[in-house]
């Protein structure tokens, strides 16, 4: 079965210190990730793909197949991350999106 | 220019109450989705649609019922609400060629008192 773990549920760091939200994913086949945020007062939106490689808004996720992880890094923070983030498994075979719990991150100034 | 509408926005009703929430979009998408999402457990999936006459169950069907009235329209309904769906409920769409992308409504609050 397809699980997305997001050991966190409330990280809060000062602006200008790095950022890492963790997300560990069980999946027996080639995995597809994800991280999708929600800022105040907006809808939920895709942040980044893995399979894309891009840094998007200063923020990168490397997949780690060995250790099953798809950790969210940003090596400075701003205010504006402060946010809702979700890591999410595509099942390719099943079309189905699955979350984790989210992370709520808050970037203290 | 909202994409993906959810109505209602807020919705507070009691226990034993049949309730339906409503979802359209100008994406034109194949694919809907809805969603619940609760504290410390995130979004999990309810029902989802493939098409007008592909309807799929999530992991949390129990209680809920749907319907594809249209390509643009899902609808979600509790038919006989109980304080334990009182949750954020989110629509979403995507692509017949699902990427894993997909385009999320603001929300609909439903408390059931």
């Known amino acids: 079965a397809q699980r997305v773990t997001q050991p966190e549920k409330l990280l809060s760091v000062f602006k200008g210190a790095p950022v890492e939200l963790k997300c560990n994913y069980s999946y027996s086949g080639s995995p597809e990730l994800f991280w999708y945020v929600q800022y105040s007062r907006q809808r939920l939106q895709l942040l980044l793909r893995h399979i894309s490689r891009e840094s998007i808004k200063g923020f990168t996720a490397d997949l780690n197949k060995g250790e099953t992880s798809f950790h969210l890094k940003k090596p400075f923070a701003q205010e504006e991350d402060s946010a809702m983030y979700y890591c999410?498994?595509?099942?390719?075979?099943?079309?189905?999106?699955?979350f984790g719990q989210g992370t709520r991150l808050t970037i203290n100034p | 220019d909202a994409d993906v509408t959810q109505t209602p926005r807020n919705r507070i009703t009691k226990t034993g109450k049949r309730i339906m929430l409503e979802c359209s979009q100008t994406?034109?998408?194949?694919?809907m989705y809805w969603y619940r999402q609760d504290p410390g457990l995130g979004l999990r999936l309810i029902y989802y649609?493939?098409?007008?006459?592909?309807?799929n169950k999530g992991e949390i069907s129990d209680g809920y019922s749907v319907s594809r009235q249209a390509q643009a329209k899902f609808s979600l309904s509790l038919e006989s609400a109980i304080p334990n769906q009182t949750a954020l409920y989110f629509c979403a769409t995507s692509e017949a060629m699902n990427t894993g992308e997909l385009f999320f409504g603001e929300g609909s609050r439903l408390t059931v008192l």
């Open positions: 999410a498994l595509f099942s390719r075979g099943a079309q189905k999106l699955v």
């Open positions: 994406k034109g998408h194949d694919r």
């Open positions: 649609s493939f098409d007008v006459k592909d309807i």
